[in-house]
């Protein structure tokens, strides 16, 4: 009986001993990253009494836990995309950096320039005003950009961290394997502690789950399915330049002899967080772009409806930039593509990228990219080689592409006409003189008319020497220089001809003196050729005639100095791709809307990520209110095994005393 009382306290003692251990492991690992709460179980042993076996093990709950690390990918990939478009969106509200600031310098200096169109120093202040806002373009494409390439030694940095993972967790999963199963001394359990946090490490940077595989292994998953970790295994990241656009880095994923190209849409965690924000940074460029387009373009159409100081008809502001159609990978012809802007088309551009897909050497057709939707816009054959773009509905984009070199079967080439094209926006003119702040027109009533009727312009629109009746300094002979009221009050039109002048044509009385050009026939569209379009006003007399002639030495006329100043409230930019009747904004409505659509997106992101957050605090507190270790909890179990324990050694002690009197009563 005695030897059977000291196996019973022996046994309880050892029990209660582990019983502590296992306390006192959960105390001192209160504050250990990914630990989880362990509790041993005692079982009784049956044929000798006392305690027998023991088990020690992990208190979680399964399902808690793989909501937090499903928490945990959603909740870094909203945050990093909110860091990042928030640095975006404090550098373009920087009014330093605001190109609608520089917008609003630029037409400041222009009206000032208009209230003294002859003097040098006005001329001088818009000058500095042209080069100052193409550098600010200049400046702030660049500096996006410069985020953008930011991001993608980020997304590079990531790639490499999240293989340290997963080659970490191969190694866990292999030392897993080969621990006992029974385990005493709690290696094992720190061993899936271990992984456990790699795994919760890895979800802050990918969407993942898991697929137990037994033995305390875990195979890991993307969540598109795409496996990343087995027992004996793991896939590797790396980082590939984008196709056919090289900044367009993709990411490759291997797995032995298999691998796959990943674009990093639903890739989750910080790592999706930096490729969705880098599409927003993306977007901005091209916006950004859009605009020094249309600006540019309405400035330089306009300026060549004027005169300049040097009495010749005006030239473009600023340089229009040729793009360059990109090459895919697969390409197999020796093609090329150039894509320029349509002289006085520039408000048509929109911010889109196009593709064009030959399917043979002559035969292509051109696509409209928008975010993930690619729609046809037009077909057509070469030679020719250059083609204006349009839709389907024949409306123009403002674009025209020129195809050189043979395009082979099948190829492809994407166009993006204003993702980079503000990098390159410079000033056309350097002297002052070169603004055409006046009229090319002069337009006057004979002194000795009867009436008073008086000419006006209705508008100039085009000066070009090839196709209107202007010269580079002059208006053609060829041209209307005279308008006569006949005997019948119709307006008879007649060219510069010295020393007779020829009739061109009629207008008739019931015009009213509107449109006269137009009216009269003459021409097929007066506002090509003769590129003007003119009105007299109150009632006219017979013999009464108007004069039409190069408006030379008009240097104090402003009147196209306040056409260029009119373009600040003009629409000129297009309203993404819309072909509605509202589709266009001014530059600064662009700039500014530019600005709002980062800042609701930094709104969005930051309520997401508040939300997100909260989730994540929930979820993390449902596991933990299993898993985690509770100090008072502890406290009073460590009470508890020592009190067990010392009874337990009492027992040894009886035992110990009665086989003692045994001896001495034999004794």
Do not use: C
């Amino acid at each position: 009986m005695a030897s059977d009382l000291l196996s019973i306290g022996a046994s309880g003692v050892l029990a209660q001993q582990k019983m502590l251990s296992t306390t006192s492991n959960n105390i001192s690992n209160v504050s250990t990253a990914g630990y989880v709460r362990q509790s041993t179980v005692l079982y009784s042993n049956q044929n000798t009494l006392g305690v027998g076996d023991s088990v020690t093990r992990r208190l979680f709950d399964i399902y808690a836990q793989s909501q937090v690390w499903q928490d945990t990918s959603s909740y870094n990939e909203i945050n990093t995309t909110y860091s990042q478009v928030s640095e975006l969106d404090k550098y373009l509200s920087n009014s330093a950096t605001s190109i609608s600031t520089g917008l609003d310098s630029f037409f400041s200096a222009l009206q000032s320039a208009n209230s003294s169109p002859n003097m040098t120093a006005s001329r001088q202040n818009i000058m500095g005003q042209i080069t100052s806002l193409a550098s600010q373009f200049q400046t702030v494409s660049s500096s996006v950009s410069e985020l953008y390439d930011g991001i993608n030694n980020k997304i590079s940095t990531e790639a490499d961290n999240i293989n340290s993972l997963l080659s970490s967790l191969t190694d866990i999963n292999k030392q897993i394997l080969k621990s006992p199963i029974q385990d005493d001394d709690g290696s094992r359990l720190n061993l899936l502690d271990q992984r456990d946090e790699m795994i919760r490490q890895l979800s802050e940077k990918l969407d993942i789950r898991t697929v137990d595989l037994g033995n305390g292994i875990k195979q890991v998953n993307l969540s598109s399915g795409q496996t990343l970790v087995f027992p004996d295994a793991n896939a590797t990241f790396s980082v590939v330049a984008g196709d056919p656009n090289p900044k367009n880095t993709a990411l490759l994923l291997k797995l032995g002899n298999s691998q796959t190209k990943l674009s990093g849409d639903g890739i989750g965690g910080s790592l999706g967080g930096y490729f969705t924000s880098r599409s927003v940074i993306e977007d901005t460029q091209k916006q950004i772009g859009q605009l020094s387009l249309a600006f540019a373009d309405a400035m330089n159409t306009q300026n060549k409806l004027g005169m300049t100081l040097n009495n010749t008809i005006g030239s473009d502001l600023y340089t229009l930039p040729t793009s360059y159609g990109l090459s895919y990978g697969s390409n197999i012809g020796s093609g090329n593509i150039a894509v320029n802007v349509i002289p006085g088309q520039g408000s048509n551009i929109s911010p889109n990228d196009l593709q064009i897909e030959f399917s043979s050497a002559t035969n292509y057709t051109v696509y409209l990219l928008d975010s993930d939707t690619k729609t046809s816009m037009m077909t057509g054959t070469t030679p020719p080689n250059t083609f204006d773009i349009t839709d389907s509905s024949g409306n123009s984009y403002g674009l025209a592409f020129t195809v050189s070199g043979t395009p082979g079967v099948g190829d492809k080439f994407l166009l993006q006409p204003t993702r980079y094209v503000a990098q390159s926006m410079s000033a056309s003119i350097s002297r002052s003189e070169d603004l055409a702040l006046a009229s090319p027109l002069q337009l006057n009533a004979n002194a000795n008319n009867y009436s008073t009727a008086s000419i006006s312009l209705d508008g100039i629109y085009n000066t070009d020497s090839t196709t209107s009746a202007f010269s580079a300094s002059d208006l053609q002979v060829t041209a209307p220089h005279k308008i006569v009221i006949n005997s019948t009050g119709d307006y008879d039109i007649y060219d510069g001809q010295s020393p007779i002048a020829s009739l061109l044509g009629t207008a008739p009385a019931s015009s009213n003196g509107k449109n006269i050009l137009a009216s009269s026939g003459i021409y097929p569209d007066p506002k090509v050729d003769p590129g003007f379009e003119i009105s007299i006003d109150g009632s006219v007399t017979v013999s009464d005639e108007f004069y039409i002639s190069f408006n030379t030495n008009g240097f104090s006329d402003n009147t196209n100095g306040l056409a260029l100043a009119g373009l600040q409230t003009k629409d000129f930019v297009r309203k993404g791709n819309s072909n509605a009747d509202d589709n266009k904004m001014t530059f600064s409505e662009a700039f500014n809307s530019t600005i709002t659509s980062v800042g609701t997106t930094v709104s969005m992101l930051n309520v997401s990520n508040t939300a997100a957050d909260a989730k994540l605090t929930q979820s993390q507190e449902l596991f933990q209110s299993v898993a985690g270790v509770n100090l008072d909890e502890e406290a009073s179990n460590l009470i508890r095994y020592q009190q067990a324990y010392a009874a337990s050694a009492q027992v040894v002690s009886a035992a110990r005393d009665t086989f003692d009197t045994l001896l001495s009563a034999m004794g």
